[in-house]
């Protein structure tokens, strides 16, 4: 009896404690922060002018710190901002191109040989100055161990582009090539050609750099400290050769959670937020955030195992069946652009084909055509996005209407890039590739290219690829480039979705920030008020 | 008996109603896109409102009620019958077969349920029957130990010494003694345990280890609406209240029975 009249009490109580605990957390967490509310650590000196700090919620963590291993976008972002190379991918009314950056001037002398001067104000963040032997030791290596600096300076068969680097004096290099590249330039603006002090290149021959202590680049931002799985610190770097940043403190808070991100930014932790949801936006806006949209260069892409699906009807039926119009305003709510091209239209010489319309019958029609009915395909996806999730979702849906069973399989991330880079080990995928550049882009698709998860093979579209390299006339290699995109259009390895947009929220005292579309800051010029 | 296990039983019945015939409460599918009527909010169409790709958040409850529970009740059988056979056979033959089974169930229950429940998850597979196997594995060895060491002291009393004194077989005393005596801890323990699977299979969900979508899961739907949080936070709030209110009943019924001595004959 004792224990029942106990209980009576007890269970108002925990009743009226969880309310008021829910009641205190919507308060406190969800509700947008009052504007009284300043952070007691900073000084008011820290948040003006010259000397302001910034910090960015990322939603990747960083899969390395040697800039010439890095893969994901988290890579570039963080390491982008300590390393250059030399040259720089700049955006430019809508379009991209590639400038000379740690190079003052270049200069093609015949077919296979290019100069470049460097420029003599450049230092290291180790007080060392920026000579030649340095850029021919990051070359070399970038040609020798990077991931993508392998695929970048090197043709199909392995060899590498470079022959021979020349240093001719401490500020001028010459390149000799093995043949003609026309790609040469926009492939060295890629970070996995960046430029490191050259102790420090040797040091790392043959494996990444494991040492904070050595992560030493050019750039407008020293590291100075990163946490796996947290956050990742730079500072202003005083003697940068370019124009000085603003920012003299840059915090990456690594937040994987959407919902976190975006509660970072809202309780005043965080002043930049990358990666935010089509689904938050209007939120964002209303609690008195800057949001920008911006053009993107990643392609969405549900990529067919061609070695599973032979067939290009059947891959051009599966084109067909998805409504990527509705998946674009709906699922994204407008912020993506229907794919009608295989590469994304911001960079020179894409060519826009007819879409694949949303035709279920001409679908239907294809695949009866190509003799596939009653198949049951696994469509891998990566549990790194909920949205990839959700994305599966309607696609199996959209298959089913046309007659092709699709059974979903969720996976961790790393064992998702195992599967489709290394085993390819899957009939459909979802991801998205965010190339450089056009020639880089299409070089995915070369038969045996490591970055060719769906083992697409077309040897006419592997002549044309290297047609392009050797090609010197401008308009003509314009036609070749017309051509492949042609080639890999029809052939579908993969359903073209859509180019996600980049939306990135700030704070309204933020000013000044660009975002390139590879998901990439420019705080070159962006100021804390 | 109280309110509260009245209570605690009526939603269990409810539950069970529910999840053996979904498809009488709502008219829509739990699977059915609709990406022109994306995250609408509770109306009289759709009284939880519509999920980010459009599906009636109510009937997918439903039918989440159904997967969670059929994940949960045949992780428990396979844990049950694991557990209860090979800890009887522990208990009654003794010598090396007890010490092997000892050292692997132990081994089990020493790395954490949801570590073990993953990596079996793996292997097996991502659906409902590699959810049930990777849950019911991890459980088992709590009913392994539990009924080792009950059965165990049952056969030290001396009402047993007497018994084989009389001539009795070691399956009468086993189906008359140690089966019965048995019966009411190992019905506590389970009903325990099975809030203990829903719980479980919500994690592994959330992971991406459980049931693949677009099969709704009550962890399924927590793993999606959590991206909602800011958005659309009633969409959380259907599958949490649900897996709650389904714990607190098991966990108030088996109270109950702790309680209350049932009578053994």
Known sequence: MEMRKTFKVIVPLVVVAILLLSI?????????????????????????????SLTIAIPTDLSTIDIQFAQGVADFEVLGKVYESLFRIVLDNGRLSYVPWL???YKQINETAWLFVIRDNVYFHNGKRLD???????LERSMRISPIGRMLLRD?????????IAVLNSTAVVLVLAKPFTPLIENLAHLATAIMPRDI???????PINSTADVIGTGPFKLVSYEKGSKAILSRFDRYWGNAPRISRLTYLILPSSSARIASILSGSADVVVGVSPDDVARLKSSGLVVYNATGVRLVLVAINCKRVPDPRVRQAMNYAVDREAIAKNLLKGFAVVANSVVSPVFPNVYTFKAYEYNVSKAVELLREAGFTN??????????SPKDVQLAQAIQQYLVAVGINVVIEQVEH????KRVFTDHDFDLAIYGPSPSSLYYALTYWRTNASLNGPLYSNPVYDRLLDEIASELNESRRALLYREAQQILWSDAPAIWLYFENIIVATKPNVKGLQILPFQMLVLDNTTVE | MGVWPKIAIAIIVAEIIVSLFPQLFTKYSSTAIDLSNRLAPPSTQHILGTDSLGRDVFTRLLYAIRYSLAVAALSLAIAFSLGVVLGGLSAIAGGYIDSALSILFNTIYTIPGLFTAAAISIVVGPNVIGASIAIGLSLAPIFYRFSRSAAKEILTKPYIEAAKALGASTSWIITRYIVWELAKPLLTTSIYLLSDAIAFEASLSILGLGVQPPTPTLGNMIAEYREYIFTAPYLLLAPVTVIAITISSLNTLANKLLSNPIEVP
């Open chain 1, 24 to 52: 205190f957390l919507v308060y406190e967490y969800l509700l947008p922060p009052r504007a009284t509310q300043t952070p007691a650590t900073a000084s008011t000196q820290e948040l003006q002018g010259t000397s302001a």
């Open chain 1, 103 to 105: 190079v003052k001037s």
């Open chain 1, 132 to 138: 030649a032997w340095d850029v021919k030791a990051s």
């Open chain 1, 156 to 164: 199909s068969s392995g060899n590498p582009i470079i022959s021979r």
């Open chain 1, 201 to 207: 290149a040797e040091k790392y021959w043959s494996g």
């Open chain 1, 375 to 384: 198949k049951t395909l696994r469509l891998l996806v990566s549990t790194r």
């Open chain 1, 414 to 417: 790393t064992a998702f890039l």
